[in-house]
């Protein structure tokens, strides 16, 4: 028997992104088997001997015990500091090509729904558009860019990983690859 997930505002269905798996392995932090076992990054002085539980992350045990935090790069200016450190250290991360990013919008964290291709951006034009704005930055051709966009690939690489503001429920994206 599996209890329910915690709630994780800013990654909210972890286990269709994978991050978080049913598993009957025992947490590495609490020792208990709650059915289910994280498996995205841990970035920790001493990472722990083991598949960490969704509850450890969530009320923040595993990050104090492994001084630990969960996902790359979470850092904004006009975002609260307790809710950097509540996606940093009580969120379950996700694993990307590179170092991850965790999008903020709004004053807010954003919420990360998961990888996404071309295919899936279709649905979402806000998100392309974000891409887009973000490659430009590559200094690519508009040509360049156009096809690096359709190239991406939700099981794949080039990646892309779609947030969700939390505030305005605007889309937004970044891509990566190795």
């Not at 994978?18 to 598993?23: F, I, K, L, P």
Request: aromatic share 10%; proline share 6%; charged share 20%.
């Amino acid at each position: 028997m599996t209890d329910a997930l915690p709630d994780f505002p800013y990654h909210p269905d972890p286990l269709a992104t994978a991050s978080v798996v049913v598993s009957k392995t025992a947490c590495a932090c609490c020792g208990q088997e709650r059915g289910y076992a994280y498996t995205g990054p841990v970035y920790a002085v001493e990472k722990p001997d083991g598949r960490l539980c969704p509850w450890c992350i969530a009320d923040g045990t595993a990050a104090a015990r492994y001084e630990a935090h969960f996902s790359g790069d979470v850092e904004g200016d006009d975002v609260p500091r307790e809710v950097l450190l509540a996606i940093a250290e009580r969120t379950p991360g996700f694993t990307g090509w590179q170092d991850e990013r965790w999008l903020l919008h709004c004053g807010d964290g954003a919420a990360f729904l998961g990888r996404v291709g071309a295919v899936e951006l279709a649905d979402h034009p806000d998100a392309l558009e974000s891409l887009r704005q973000g490659v430009s930055h590559w200094g690519w051709s508009a040509d360049q860019i156009d096809h690096f966009l359709g190239s991406l690939d939700k099981d794949g690489q080039p990646t892309a990983y779609l947030f969700r503001c939390r505030t305005c429920a605007a889309h937004l994206a970044y891509a990566d690859f190795t």
